[in-house]
């Protein structure tokens, strides 16, 4: 299984503002801590916004930080919300119709079956527990 550019970079912001808890950031100042493209970032904390995990302050002097305590971010369904699709092979996909043997295929239910416990692994998880170790990642991430 493999996440899309879009799921790192959403948790990469989610556990840059959890660091700094009720300290506005930045666009620019998450993109630099993690030497990555602004340009992503912005669309990214677009639809972190519309999916109300974070506030966003526009303007001079705005920025964003979490809206909801890390404890409550869950990340299996943060990662359900934020990809388009499981398409782990192609005939997952119902647009195409790959594999001549794709009606009587039996590696296709273990594969659904592998995805799912991927993503139910992850709903064991919170943004808190992905930053047990927050000195290190701050001395990391947060400049000071």
Not at 7 to 19: F, G
Not at 55 to 62: A, M, S
Not at 72 to 82: C, L, P, Q, S, Y
Not at 125 to 141: G, H, R, S, V, Y
Request: glycine share 4%; aromatic share 6%.
């Amino acid at each position: 299984m493999q996440l899309t550019l879009q799921s790192d970079y959403t948790l990469r912001v989610l556990i840059y503002l959890a660091l700094k808890k009720d300290e506005l950031s930045t666009i620019d100042e998450i993109a630099e801590a993690y030497q990555i493209s602004a340009h992503h970032l912005t669309r990214i904390v677009h639809k972190l916004g519309e999916l109300a995990y974070i506030n966003t302050q526009r303007g001079r002097g705005g920025g964003i930080l979490l809206a909801q305590l890390p404890e409550k971010i869950n990340i299996g369904e943060i990662i359900e919300k934020i990809e388009n699709h499981f398409y782990v092979v192609e005939c997952f996909d119902p647009g195409k119709k790959c594999c001549v043997i794709q009606s009587v295929c039996l590696l296709k239910p273990h594969i659904a079956e592998a995805t799912q416990s991927f993503i139910n692994t992850l709903k064991k998880k919170t943004l808190a527990d992905i930053i047990l170790n927050k000195k290190q990642l701050e001395k990391i991430l947060i400049k000071k």
